[in-house]
């Protein structure tokens, strides 16, 4: 079965502490993508990567950054975190060139708390 | 801007009614997909839709994309409580970018 791997499911941090969120998929997928979700907000694109090495913004890059060394690992980095980061924070995958291409496969999601 | 809106935001319906979700772009599509999250879960894929004016039906879920492939909309017959969840759909403008709109949250009364 197809799966997107979270390292965490629950984080608490303090402002300005460097987070790490991995994420890891077993589908050899090209693309991945970071979301974050929000109530009343729906899910915003944070970043994604098409490729190894490659990475694209999405809506709502400021303040993250990701990496992406290998193509089953997508990280996203909160260089100082911050209160207004608190959020749900979803990973997901997705193929491209084949049947069922650019369907997003999501891991079970990251709640980060910022204090 | 590339824009979608999804309303409504928040759906209470009794069991057994029936429940719409719709979502308007200010552009054209390239394709558009639906997703379902239950509570406490991850979203799920649920359809893709690409040509214009396509309908698809999975048992109680009627998919429809506008034949300006600009509006889509998901309508569930007759609820049941695993009907539960946020629905968002997923509008795709022409490049690998996958963004969603807010979601319609159903919730259902016994």
């Known amino acids: 079965d197809v799966k997107v791997t979270q390292s965490s499911r629950y984080l608490v941090k303090r402002t300005g502490e460097k987070v790490f969120l991995e994420c890891v998929q077993d589908?050899?997928?090209?693309?991945m993508f970071w979301y974050r979700q929000d109530p009343g907000l729906g899910l915003r694109l944070i970043y994604f990567s098409y490729d190894v090495k490659m990475k694209e913004k999405g809506d709502i890059p400021e303040g993250y950054s990701v990496s992406r060394e290998k193509k089953e690992r997508f990280s996203l980095i909160l260089e100082s975190a911050s209160t207004n980061q608190t959020s749900m924070y979803l990973c997901a995958s997705s193929n491209v060139g084949v049947p069922g291409a650019n369907v997003l496969t999501f891991g079970a999601g990251s709640r980060l708390t910022v204090l | 801007g590339q824009q979608v809106m999804q309303i409504p935001q928040y759906q209470h319906v009794q069991e057994g009614e029936d429940f719409t979700t719709y979502c308007n772009s200010s552009t054209t599509l390239s394709n558009i997909q639906w997703y379902k999250q239950r509570p406490g879960g991850h979203p799920v894929f649920l359809i893709q839709?690409?040509?214009?004016?396509e309908v698809k039906k999975q048992k109680r879920l009627t998919f429809q994309f506008g034949e300006a492939k600009k509006n889509s909309s998901l309508h569930i017959t007759a609820t049941q409580t695993t009907d539960v969840g946020t629905y968002f759909c997923?509008?795709?403008?022409?490049?690998?970018?996958?963004?969603f709109g807010t979601g319609t949250r159903l919730t259902i009364i016994p």
């Open positions: 839709l690409v040509k214009s004016g």
């Open positions: 997923a509008p795709n403008f022409g490049n690998e970018k996958l963004t």
């Open positions: 589908m050899d997928h090209e693309n």
